[in-house]
């Protein structure tokens, strides 16, 4: 059976309890990790590959609104949140459902019935982590990517950007179907010049 890799991004507890019990008792669905904030969220982001976020829209820091702005499709979101006048706005980027808090098991259900039927979009882009921030790489933009010791360096069409990575862990990140790795094992480079 095909599993849905989850992420719980809720900063009340309880809120974020009762999702974790209702994913639970979904075939279909595996949490990952539950988050208290969207800076750690895209953190988790990066390491794992998640299928559906489960996103309260009023956290600290960044808004899900916001959240949703910067990973931009990456994954399929399910709003969650107490508040009504968010919908319009949540479904002009296109999520897969709006939950009012508090949330019924059944109303749940139809939401996470609704990831079923079409898969998530491949992500067209990486986030970073580079020296004290997390930074956007657009994967269009990747020429190729390079190993440096404990390093890799991503040489795109602006610039250079370094990075704290293994070369195993980018091999992860990058679709097959765009890049190579080559002989050497050193260098990755994208299969067609963008």
Request: with cysteine.
């Amino acid at each position: 059976m095909l599993k849905y890799s989850c992420l719980i991004v809720e900063d009340e507890p309880l809120s974020a309890e009762i999702l974790t019990d209702y994913i639970r008792q979904v075939p279909f669905l595996e949490l990952r990790s539950v988050c208290a904030d969207a800076i750690y969220a895209m953190e988790m982001l990066q390491k794992e590959k998640i299928d559906l976020l489960f996103l309260d829209i009023q956290m600290p820091e960044l808004t899900g609104i916001q959240f949703m702005k910067i990973i931009r499709n990456r994954c399929k979101v399910i709003l969650t949140t107490a508040y009504t006048q968010y919908a319009l706005e949540g479904y002009e980027h296109d999520v897969v459902d709006y939950l009012l808090k508090p949330i019924t098991l059944d109303r749940f259900m139809i939401a996470v019935q609704k990831v079923k039927i079409s898969p998530a979009p491949p992500p067209d882009h990486l986030f970073i982590k580079t020296e004290y921030r997390i930074q956007r790489v657009d994967l269009a933009a990747i020429l190729y990517i390079e190993a440096l010791r404990d390093y890799v360096a991503i040489h795109t069409e602006t610039g250079k950007i370094l990075s704290l990575e293994s070369m195993k862990h980018m091999e992860e990140l990058l679709p097959a179907d765009d890049f190579i790795r080559n002989r050497t094992r050193r260098f990755f480079v994208a299969r067609e010049v963008h």
